[in-house]
């Protein structure tokens, strides 16, 4: 169901193996989705899950996946997965994978093998992978430097889940953005969203980040519409450095139209909502 802006581009949406989700957070992904099956059809056919992006108005999206295989039960086979799910579908699927530094042996090669099998952004996702974006500074995690280094060679941007996370053990005390001002000065050449606006907690330190750095943008996924303008009531002012993201299917996320309808209802003006639903992410996450 189109709305009235074209083209609609949805820079955050999950579409993974969802068998591999360990019991307990597949439990909290089950809740308000009466429709399970329906989703797991959709993992499993890339086809299937374009005919709904029609439905839903929706022309492009970025198919957000990373590697959690202690709290999340993501392997790293979750990459090619993704890459294979949207081979042949890249003039409008994006496929975001991951390289967890904790557990990879090679991160700077990973990042080559990732990108020579079709994928084209990377996630990182702070509170599910347990670290700090900045912890290669200290020593701790020298692997994000790689990770970041290949990212900026390759020149495909890199997703940093920011605010907090209901999924059981995740570790909110990651998700704080202010981590990424060090990989933003050390990284000046890396494309970064940072994806949720920081919400709840941080919308404050996303917007400060955003207005500082040229390289960083942020997506609003995971924000009921209806708060945005609460959490960001400057948005319009950085308004071409801002995506629409769902967050779909996420607990509670409702459907990716309505969402949209939401964010055209705002009281923004025309050029901005472009920029917002299409425009940006097109420029970030450049179809094949």
């Not at 709305?3 to 439990?27: K, Y």
């Not at 400057?234 to 964010?263: T, Y």
């Amino acid at each position: 169901m189109p709305g009235r802006i074209s083209g609609v581009f949805d820079a955050h949406i999950h579409v993974q193996p969802w068998e591999q989700m360990r019991p307990d957070v597949l439990a909290t992904m089950r809740k308000g989705h009466g429709d399970f099956e329906t989703l797991m059809g959709y993992s499993r056919s890339a086809d299937r899950f374009l005919k709904h992006l029609d439905q839903e108005g929706i022309e492009r999206a970025v198919l957000v996946n990373y590697v959690s295989p202690d709290l999340m039960g993501f392997t790293d086979s979750v990459n090619g997965y993704i890459a294979e799910y949207c081979r042949g579908h890249s003039d409008r699927l994006v496929a975001m994978g991951s390289v967890h530094p904790r557990f990879s042996k090679d991160p700077a090669g990973d990042v080559d093998r990732l990108v020579e099998m079709g994928v084209r952004a990377l996630k990182i996702h702070p509170p599910h992978q347990l670290f700090h974006p900045n912890d290669y500074r200290t020593g701790k995690l020298p692997g994000l430097e790689a990770i970041y280094r290949k990212a900026s060679e390759h020149r495909i941007p890199v997703m940093f889940h920011t605010g907090t996370s209901i999924f059981p053990g995740a570790r909110n005390v990651y998700g704080d953005p202010i981590t990424l001002d060090d990989v933003a000065v050390d990284f000046p050449s890396l494309t970064m969203v940072l994806a949720h606006g920081g919400r709840p907690l941080w919308g404050d330190t996303a917007f400060f980040l955003v207005r500082r750095f040229p390289n960083v943008h942020m997506d609003i996924s995971g924000i009921p519409p209806r708060s945005v303008l609460k959490m960001f009531p400057r948005l319009e002012e950085i308004s071409h450095k801002v995506l629409f993201g769902s967050d779909w299917p996420g607990p509670a996320v409702p459907a990716i139209s309505k969402n949209v309808a939401e964010v055209e209802s705002l009281p923004l003006g025309e050029k901005a909502l472009e920029r917002i639903l299409r425009d940006n992410a097109l420029a970030i996450y450049r179809p094949a």
